[in-house]
């Protein structure tokens, strides 16, 4: 699942055999903003012979959509290379060149965007990575000095530009992880996590696996192991602290491989997490910053383990949870205050809209302060960019604009940032509010008027079609 830039949700069809397929769907909240009561529709579908499942996506800061790689292709296990990007606008993939070989096979690894709006995934069998130019769809090496390969892993884009991530290879040292540094391309280490995420042992026996990892509004990282353990990472005084273990429930002892994470407005961390190694039943819990509280199943988690349910931050606050056995569920944090520093803020935006015209906000962190969900390498359902919210003063009805023309990805408290939007051309017209939302946070509201374009109204900014 993937949150679009005009807040609906593009979502892969699992197939027949929960093993991928061709197919792909879009979910939209209804006139009321209500994804309780959303409906679907069916979208353009992959070329032929690319049905992938497990594979890194991203939303670029065009509003396109790219997926990379894949662990299994048409059901069958494979090293795949292929990528895609679709367009929102046309309703197309299109193929991509495949990252150069000399790169490795981007499947069971990490993928992000990086604070410049770069596209960055990893190799399976390599210690490299490979940035992506979305202008002409070409793949640049990078990634030097990195100690162990990507397999397995997860990044977190930090407040300061620089991207961690836990070692799950790295035979030697079983506790270490690394900082990439988007300047020098290259990789340096972030210390110990003090006990062990990840499941290898130092004669390479192990699954190599781990739990998501999330950065949280007052700038530390919580990392969810599959050994049961989880650690925090301070990206402050760049220092890890243990966390506080998962527990032993009805004799079984929990941890998180390849499980789902995604950040409250509070700025506590739901996740997902099931005994031992793809093991069912899973339970879920909350994180405060310093407990791990469980609360409520879904209705199918007794036949789950973590690796199968996949989360992401709607622009409600709300956390959708796909278990991938036909039943999805929200999630709504309550009696909790939001972050106050996880509040976006605009700061410049037109008060006189024309339906079907481009305009330009700016505000500061319009991006949030965190990716806002993450999963266990692979797919980052990552929400750390604006969405523009209209509410019509007389009907309360909810219009999302599309956004695009994203100044970048940073998720730097108080960051200045910008992006474009084209407000709907069947919104409701006359008075509204207008809101910025990111990562499920909606800044303080500004009054504008919608009006019906009559003539020529020329603007500054008018989308590409």
């Given amino acids: 699942m993937l949150l679009l ?27 009321n903003g209500s994804y309780l009561n959303g409906a679907w529709s069916q979208l353009a579908s992959l070329p032929a012979g690319f049905a992938p499942l497990y594979f890194d996506t991203a939303v670029l800061t065009d509003g396109r959509v790219i997926i990379v790689g894949g662990q299994y292709n048409n059901g069958q296990e494979t090293s795949a290379t292929r990528g895609a990007i679709y367009d929102p606008l046309t309703n197309q993939w299109t193929l991509l060149p495949p990252p150069p070989a000399s790169a490795g096979s981007p499947f069971d690894s990490p993928g992000t965007v ?17 940035l992506f130019n979305a202008a002409n769809l070409s793949w640049t090496i990078t990634g030097s000095g ?89 990206s402050g005084t760049g220092t890890w602290t243990a966390g506080p273990d998962f527990p032993v429930i009805d004799g079984l002892p929990y941890d998180v491989v390849d499980g789902p994470a995604a950040l409250l407005p509070s700025g506590k961390v739901l996740i997902a997490a099931s005994p031992g190694i793809y093991q069912t039943p899973t339970h879920f819990f909350v994180f405060d910053g310093a407990l791990l509280q469980q609360i409520a199943d879904t209705p199918n988690a007794a036949n789950i383990g973590s690796y199968y349910g996949f989360m992401i931050v709607l622009p409600t606050g709300q956390v ?31 008060t006189s809209l024309v339906a079907g015209k481009s305009y ?81 946070i909606a800044s303080a509201p500004v009054s504008v008027t919608v009006a019906r374009p009559v003539g020529l109204n020329p603007v500054s900014i008018t989308e590409p079609k």
């Fill in 5 to 31: 830039t005009d807040g609906t949700l593009l979502v892969q069809d699992q197939g027949a055999e929960n093993s991928g397929s061709t197919g792909w769907w879009r979910f939209a909240p209804d006139i």
């Fill in 114 to 130: 990086l604070a410049n709006g770069t596209f960055m995934i990893g190799a399976d069998d390599s210690t490299h990575q490979v």
């Fill in 146 to 234: 990195k100690a162990d390969i990507n397999n397995e892993e997860n990044w977190s884009l930090l407040p300061n530009g620089e991207v961690l991530t836990v070692d799950a290879n790295n035979y030697s040292n079983l506790t270490n992880s690394e900082l990439y540094q988007p300047l020098s391309g290259g990789w340096s280490s972030a210390g110990s996590t003090i006990v062990k995420l990840d499941d290898t042992n130092a004669d390479g026996s192990g699954t190599n696996e781990l739990g998501p990892q999330l950065l949280r509004p007052d700038g530390t990282v919580f990392a969810a192991g599959a050994t049961g353990h989880t650690s925090v990472y301070s």
């Fill in 320 to 350: 959708m949870f796909n278990s991938r056995l036909g039943d999805i569920e929200l999630f709504t944090e309550t009696g909790a205050a939001i972050a106050a520093n996880a509040v976006p803020a605009i700061t410049v935006v037109p």
């Fill in 360 to 440: 330009l906000v700016s505000g500061r962190q319009l991006n949030g302060v965190s990716q806002g969900a993450a999963y266990a390498e692979g797919y980052q359902p990552a929400t750390n960019y604006p969405l523009i919210r209209i509410v019509n003063a007389t009907t309360k009805h909810v219009f999302y604009a599309r956004t695009f023309g994203f100044s970048g990805m940073s998720v730097t408290p108080g960051a200045d940032t910008s992006a474009q939007f084209t407000v709907p051309a069947g919104i409701e017209t006359g008075n509204a509010m207008l809101f910025a939302v990111a990562n499920g």
